[in-house]
């Protein structure tokens, strides 16, 4: 590919004229820390806050002016401040917090307030919650604030007179500096609706912009949450435009004018991104720009659970090796490695096994381009990860890296690389799928530019399945089961609109007992679906389907036993056998076969039996071993 310099412009933060997903100034940072050596990298999941904590704090404008009606009253819910509306946010987002990370920090102060916590505290600063991992008393205390509960003007009041906002951020910098254990990423979320607070007054200014400025030299990010009613702006270059993080070029756009908006933005702000790995690309011998490794999806569970003692003390797990010989206790220098070849114990100790697993240097090493379309969606090995330059590693990566990724869109070509994640990592064929940057109708972004990583299969990946034989679809069925498809089809369906109803029901029942709250009934699965609610024409094609394939009368079990009893078998030589014998014993009726599997005794039943069942219910067997049987007929029997 002829290397031209992109058309597109590339900035700091992304495409320009665009709210970049992928903004440098958002800090996304290696799982590793500040370590910043190439190819040092390990999966995310694993080390995601092996670099250190996450710590936020939001910081809440209490002036008469965020108490003014931000969200208009409706037929279901009573008119909403500035102040009301920040505080939903700030819960929803311990909430969040909560669920997705028990180790990071967060803490809530309000300015411009009348009272303060401590005779320590500055004037007109109130540390309502101190920096430390969200606690259900937390939530339950933000909760009352929220909803009227806790009598605001009485316990911390509104200072309507003048506030120095540079002393909430030096406050907000020694909670930060009091913080023993290791920080990743120190950020304040400031919220208000004052463009100006400091009109005229240049050395009130002065002082708040050189704070916000002394915090930034020491990797404090301030974030601005600033919002407006629908018909009034919000004029940033007024006060705040030289010392908050930008992540676009008209911060305007990024005005919240609803609760829905402004939500939206602190748990994406609350929420730091941070890459799986930091690594090469090379192209040749001369040519190498640095990429950052993210993964754009992750399994979402439920967290471990403890054990504890009857104390309720948490019980700690320890392992030991001793000799199966000596019983002599073992240290990890003592223990070697074996692999048995040929019947034989091959013996490695630790240096042995390192270099058996060590292919290289960890990075990306470009072999080639195919055409698009030869890249198959049955290639997926696992899930994706997607790629975006990055400068710490080589000056000018931004650059290169545009001109490749528009070159393969333009030719509509895939790099093919040699792929090592990362130490003792095995090498692995990928396929960079470019993906073009869309914007929104109002100009943000909505899909990033740049690769993603696509894991192609080795030989030994590759498997065969043998079709199964079976009776082949009339026409008439295969007309009925296409009109059934078109009445089905949907284009507006998307899996992300939906949150996982395992996990919904399982944080909402430990939220309820850690707040002392009343479980519910009213948990709705968005997943359900009332087949009464399908389009008419699905129903009566559906009906229709139904009756060709499976006609009045059908019997899958009479169908079953005669496909069984028509068979042909080999006659016995002499005598009768024990097969013969086992195969002469009817099979095992339906009420049987219930009592068996709701009481978990599936296991009684003979391996002939197990097939005839299997059989029965119109599947093939599977497996070999009467355990894979056992467990094929728990599934069948299930639904």
């Known amino acids: 590919l002829q290397m031209t310099t992109s058309s597109s412009t590339w900035g700091s933060s992304g495409f320009s004229g665009s709210s970049s997903l992928w903004d440098w100034g958002a800090g996304f940072d290696d799982d590793s820390g500040s370590d910043k050596k190439s190819g040092v990298a390990e999966d995310a999941d694993a080390a995601l806050f092996k670099g250190g904590k996450d710590c936020v704090i939001f910081l809440v404008d209490a002036s008469p002016a965020m108490f003014e009606e931000f969200s208009p009253a409706d037929e279901e819910n009573e008119a909403q401040t500035f102040f009301q509306q920040s505080v939903k946010a700030v819960h929803s987002a311990l909430r969040t917090k909560i669920i997705t990370s028990d180790k990071d920090l967060m803490g809530i102060v309000f300015f411009s307030t009348e009272k303060r916590k401590t005779d320590a505290d500055p004037q007109n600063v109130y540390v309502f919650q101190e920096l430390d991992v969200p606690s259900a008393n937390q939530i339950q205390?933000?909760?009352?604030?929220?909803?009227?509960?806790?009598?605001?003007?009485?316990?911390?009041?509104?200072?309507?007179?003048?506030?120095?906002?540079?002393?909430?951020?030096?406050?907000?910098?020694?909670?930060?500096?009091?913080?023993?254990?290791?920080?990743?990423?120190?950020?304040?979320?400031?919220?208000?609706?004052?463009?100006?607070?400091?009109?005229?007054?240049?050395?009130?200014?002065?002082?708040?912009?050189?704070?916000?400025?002394?915090?930034?030299?020491?990797?404090?990010?301030?974030?601005?949450?600033?919002?407006?009613?629908?018909?009034?702006?919000?004029?940033?270059?007024?006060?705040?435009?030289?010392?908050?993080?930008?992540?676009?070029?008209?911060?305007?756009?990024?005005?919240?004018?609803?609760?829905?908006?402004?939500?939206?933005?602190?748990?994406?702000?609350?929420?730091?991104?941070?890459?799986?790995?930091?690594?090469?690309?090379?192209?040749?011998?001369?040519?190498?720009?640095?990429?950052?490794?993210?993964?754009?999806?992750?399994?979402?569970?439920?967290?471990?659970?403890?054990?504890?003692?009857?104390?309720?003390?948490?019980?700690?797990?320890?392992?030991?090796?001793?000799?199966?010989?000596?019983?002599?206790?073992?240290?990890?220098?003592?223990?070697?490695?074996?692999?048995?070849?040929?019947?034989?114990?091959?013996?490695?100790?630790?240096?042995?096994?390192?270099?058996?697993?060590?292919?290289?240097?960890?990075?990306?090493?470009?072999?080639?381009?195919?055409?698009?379309?030869?890249?198959?969606?049955?290639?997926?090995?696992?899930?994706?990860?997607?790629?975006?330059?990055?400068?710490?590693?080589?000056?000018?990566?931004?650059?290169?890296?545009?001109?490749?990724?528009?070159?393969?869109?333009?030719?509509?070509?895939?790099?093919?690389?040699?792929?090592?994640?990362?130490?003792?990592?095995?090498?692995?064929?990928?396929?960079?799928?470019?993906?073009?940057?869309?914007?929104?109708?109002?100009?943000?972004q909505a899909v990033p530019p740049g690769f993603h990583i696509i894991t192609l299969p080795f030989a030994d990946d590759m498997r065969k399945i043998k079709k199964p034989k079976g009776p082949e679809p009339t026409e008439e069925q295969v007309t009925v089961c296409k009109k059934l498809i078109k009445s089905m089809n949907f284009t507006e369906f998307s899996s992300e609109r939906f949150e996982n109803p395992t996990l919904q029901k399982h944080f909402a029942a430990l939220e309820a007992l850690a707040l002392d709250k009343d479980m519910t009934d009213d948990f709705v699965d968005q997943t359900a679906v009332d087949p009464a609610n399908l389009p008419s024409k699905a129903r009566d094609r559906s009906k229709k389907l139904a009756s060709l394939l499976f006609p009045d009368g059908y019997d899958p079990m009479a169908v079953a036993t005669a496909k069984k009893t028509t068979a042909k078998r080999k006659a016995p030589s002499s005598g009768t056998s024990k097969r013969s014998k086992a195969a002469e014993k009817p099979p095992v009726d339906d009420a049987k076969l219930k009592d068996l599997y709701e009481k978990g005794n599936l296991k009684k039943l003979t391996v002939p039996e197990l097939k005839d069942a299997i059989k029965a219910k119109g599947h093939a067997v599977r497996g070999k071993r009467k355990a894979d049987h056992v467990e094929q007929l728990e599934e069948i029997m299930s639904f």
């Open 141 to 444: 205390q933000l909760e009352n604030v929220a909803e009227g509960d806790f009598d605001f003007d009485e316990e911390i009041g509104s200072n309507s007179g003048s506030y120095a906002l540079n002393d909430a951020l030096w406050y907000c910098g020694n909670m930060f500096a009091s913080v023993r254990s290791k920080v990743a990423t120190k950020r304040i979320l400031l919220f208000t609706n004052n463009d100006n607070p400091y009109h005229g007054d240049s050395s009130q200014r002065d002082q708040t912009a050189t704070k916000a400025h002394d915090l930034k030299d020491v990797n404090i990010d301030i974030d601005l949450m600033h919002m407006s009613k629908s018909d009034a702006t919000f004029d940033v270059d007024a006060f705040y435009k030289d010392f908050v993080v930008h992540d676009d070029e008209d911060p305007e756009s990024n005005v919240s004018r609803g609760f829905d908006n402004l939500l939206a933005r602190v748990r994406y702000k609350s929420q730091k991104k941070r890459a799986r790995m930091t690594i090469p690309f090379q192209i040749g011998d001369n040519l190498q720009f640095g990429v950052k490794v993210y993964n754009l999806v992750g399994d979402a569970g439920k967290a471990n659970y403890l054990w504890l003692s009857p104390d309720q003390v948490e019980v700690s797990t320890k392992t030991r090796y001793y000799c199966a010989e000596t019983s002599a206790p073992l240290l990890s220098t003592d223990m070697k490695s074996t692999y048995t070849y040929g019947g034989e114990k091959i013996v490695f100790d630790k240096a042995e096994v390192d270099t058996m697993k060590n292919f290289g240097t960890p990075g990306l090493l470009l072999l080639g381009f195919k055409p698009r379309e030869t890249l198959l969606k049955s290639y997926n090995v696992k899930k994706s990860s997607f790629m975006y330059p990055d400068e710490t590693i080589v000056g000018g990566s931004t650059k290169i890296f545009a001109a490749l990724l528009d070159r393969c869109l333009t030719m509509s070509k895939v790099p093919v690389c040699r792929f090592i994640p990362r130490t003792n990592a095995q090498p692995e064929f990928v396929a960079l799928l470019p993906q073009e940057e869309r914007l929104n109708a109002d100009g943000s």
